[in-house]
């Protein structure tokens, strides 16, 4: 299907860009040191950084994938309860994480508080973990949203990732993470609109009342929200989505990514409220399902060419954008290849920062200590710009893999790790456990998830069977009591 771009909606696209830079940096001010760059002062509004927060987790394949998930023949709304993990996830993290990040002294990252907790090496080793998880996931989603977005734009492979990475880093460079919140803040707003504008435009295109496309969808089984089913091999059930997503929101909430974004907010309770308001947005998610019916409605009367139809059975995710090519006019589609391209550049420029603030921070401010704050700024930028490097290389990299191995690894690879890194941060929290137990305890994880991937166990119940195995083990050698408060005051002494 030809899907390349017209010159009006190149336009479109190139001053979306344009516009978004400019306002972020009108919006980001001036920085004067590492915790100006990543931590932004303390002087974000909330719902600046909660808009934040779910533009990182809404990418380009989301956009694409969900719609695409509910048009297939077996599809349905079952994607729900996924959703409202995710959201409830958010909602924990607020109450468990957020106001000891906020309230604890003298820390630069969330390892370091780790470190703090529990004992300088567990720190150590959770931020590699940490990092080579965002190192590795960086790739793969830079690969996904730019196989998608050449299906849209043609522009190639290459070509996409480099732009998707290429403005991501120069956002990220001009303020660090005030440019990266602000700028998300913009491309939420600008993904949110064009996920309703869509489902509003299709709900408009269908001819037959809305009432009897409702039934029509009902009885062809595509209303279903949830599913109460106890088999643990399907990822599609009440239980796989809510438990396995929450699990999965509190070890992204050990992130970096994390901290940087509590710690940007003006007070505890803003930071705590930032996740509150997070939760509510997943209503972007929620409008995306809704497209993926309105999409299978829209073509239930209309139809598909036979070759589009065939190209679906092995690439399915093809559906909204030749929704996008064929069916919007030149410049409104324009605004959609923007809206995805925000969608991917808004998960990416959050990782560049993460991996910029943990190298400078872990790595070269230790081996390069009493350097101005100038220079560490300069380092930090330049750390940046060689994270998108790193990423561009691994995503070219990971092109070599089918695009069926390429999607296990997209959803299943966090999985292996996760559950390992959602006990550590339980861990620090509640003040328990050493290096020594810690890597017992990861060994076991790594062990049980080894056993659940082979014995057909859905990946979504990896991460809290893994990690509540780990939390335990550590847990009744350690016999500490638990730290209700969480808090670090000081660094220890080392």
């Known amino acids: 299907m030809d899907t390349g771009l017209s010159l009006i909606d190149l336009l479109v696209v190139g001053v979306v860009m344009l516009g978004v830079t400019w306002a972020g940096h009108r919006l980001s001010g001036s920085i004067r040191d590492r915790r100006g760059f990543f931590q932004a002062d303390g002087t974000m509004p ?116 480099l732009f998707i990475v290429s403005i991501s880093a120069l956002w990220g460079a001009l303020a660090g993470i005030k440019t990266v919140i602000w700028t998300d803040f913009l491309l939420f707003l600008l993904f949110a609109a064009g996920a309703l504008f869509s489902l509003l435009y299709l709900l408009g295109e269908i001819n037959q009342p809305l009432s009897l496309t409702l039934a029509s969808l009902d009885a062809q089984a595509k209303l279903v929200l949830f599913d109460f089913d106890s088999d643990i091999g399907k990822s599609s059930t009440i239980w796989a989505g809510v438990i396995g997503a929450i699990c999965l929101s509190i070890a992204q909430g050990s992130t970096q990514g994390t901290w940087q974004r509590v710690k940007a907010c003006r007070s505890v309770d803003d930071a705590c409220k930032a996740f509150d308001a997070a939760a509510l947005f997943y209503v972007v998610h929620v409008l995306i399902l809704g497209v993926g019916l309105a999409l299978f409605a829209f073509y239930g009367e209309r139809g598909l060419p036979e070759s589009v139809a065939a190209q679906l059975v092995d690439s399915p995710d093809r559906i909204f954008p030749y929704f996008i090519a064929t069916e919007l006019p030149p410049g409104v589609s324009g605004l959609f290849v923007a809206a995805i391209f925000a969608a991917a550049i808004s998960t990416l420029d959050s990782a560049l920062a993460e991996g910029s603030d943990l190298t400078v921070n872990h790595i070269y401010a230790p081996m390069r200590p009493g350097q101005s704050e100038g220079h560490y700024l300069a380092a930090s930028r330049l750390f940046m710009g060689l994270w998108a490097l790193i990423f561009f290389a691994l995503a070219m990299f990971f092109a070599s893999y089918s695009a069926q191995g390429l999607l296990q690894l997209t959803f299943k690879l966090p999985n292996y790790i996760y559950g390992a890194i959602f006990a550590s941060i339980l861990l620090a929290r509640f003040g328990i456990g050493s290096f020594r137990l810690i890597l017992w305890g990861f060994a076991l994880a790594c062990a049980i998830v080894a056993y659940l991937a082979t014995h057909g166990v859905a990946f979504f119940y990896w991460c809290p069977i893994s990690g509540g195995a780990m939390f335990a083990l550590v847990w009744a050698l350690d016999r500490r009591p638990l730290d209700w408060s969480g808090v670090v005051r000081a660094l220890p002494p080392q």
């Open 46 to 161: 909330w719902w600046a950084v909660s808009a934040s927060i779910i533009a990182t987790v809404v990418s380009a394949v989301t956009f694409v994938s969900v719609p695409a998930a509910v048009f297939a023949p077996s599809g349905n709304l079952t994607y729900f309860q996924v959703i409202l993990g995710l959201a409830l996830g958010k909602v924990v993290v607020a109450r468990i994480l957020a106001r000891p990040f906020y309230e604890s002294q003298n820390l630069a990252t969330s390892y370091e508080y780790v470190g703090a907790r529990i004992d300088p090496r567990t720190g150590t080793f959770s931020m590699a973990l940490g990092l080579l998880l965002n190192t590795i996931n960086s790739g793969v989603k830079l690969l996904t949203a730019s196989l998608v977005l050449d299906v849209i734009s043609g522009w190639g492979l290459a070509g996409c990732a």
